[in-house]
T-cell receptor, first 111, second 114 residues
Framework: DQQVKQNSPSLSVQEGRISILNCDYT??????FLWYKKYPAEGPTFLIS?????DKNEDGRFTVFLNKSAKHLSLHIVPSQPGDSAVYFC??????????FGTGTRLQVFP | DVKVTQSSRYLVKRTGEKVFLECVQD?????MFWYRQDPGLGLRLIYF???????EKGDIPEGYSVSREKKERFSLILESASTNQTSMYLC?????????????FGQGTRLTVV
């Protein structure tokens, strides 16, 4: 059973516009959420995280929003750049200190 | 610069072979993980380890085993490789701590079983 879900396998956005990537989770014991970015033939790299005690965390062009009641988080990238084109994975962690990943969303930013 | 290094980028093995995938980290992290990445399935956890000589099953441990004899090294073993184990394998490490679970990944090993 998929505990972390990314329902959109792909997203295409024009350069300069906002990219919004969504993630849903089912386990209410998750208390830490992360986004990773992955280029082809490379390992994922950490992008941004948020603790369950917050509802927003911002780092430059990247903002993550957490809605605990809906068990939903989203990653906003603004403005989007061609170099942002990659696969984005949402991940969640609970008391076991292990990361459970979603299926990923492929973002393409076109000029 | 922190590093997680996987011994091979690409491997081709025959069905039935015993396969070893090696991972080394230089960050003195307690936690180490093995994932596999498949299209449409994301990253799925195979095994993880919180400390030397400790191991825990992840979501898909069948057909795999692991070894952690030293803190910096975590090996994934395919006892008898099968074609359905063709995948991208990713090793990761993270420091201990419930609120600091950012994991650092290696570059991945693309394994093909023929």
């Amino acid at each position: 059973d998929q505990q972390v879900k990314q329902n959109s396998p792909s997203l295409s956005v024009q350069e300069g516009r906002i990219s919004i990537l969504n993630c849903d989770y089912t386990n209410s014991m998750f208390d830490y959420f992360l986004w990773y970015k992955k280029y082809p033939a490379e390992g994922p790299t950490f992008l941004i995280s948020i603790s369950s005690i917050k509802d927003k965390n911002e780092d430059g062009r990247f903002t993550v929003f957490l809605n605990k009641s809906a068990k939903h988080l989203s990653l906003h990238i603004v403005p989007s750049q061609p170099g942002d084109s990659a696969v984005y994975f949402c991940a969640a962690s609970g008391q076991e200190n292990k990361l459970i990943f979603g299926t990923g969303t492929r973002l393409q930013v076109f000029p | 610069d922190v590093k997680v290094t996987q011994s091979s980028r690409y491997l081709v093995k025959r069905t039935g072979e015993k396969v070893f995938l090696e991972c080394v980290q230089d960050m003195d992290h307690e936690n180490m993980f093995w994932y596999r990445q498949d299209p449409g399935l994301g990253l799925r956890l195979i095994y993880f380890s919180y400390d030397v000589k400790m191991k825990e099953k992840g979501d898909i441990p069948e057909g795999y085993s692991v070894s952690r004899e030293k803190k910096e090294r975590f090996s994934l073993i395919l006892e008898s490789a099968s074609t359905n184990q063709t995948s991208m394998y990713l090793c990761a490490s993270s420091p201990r701590g419930a609120m600091n679970t950012e994991a650092f990944f290696g570059q991945g090993t693309r394994l093909t079983v023929v």
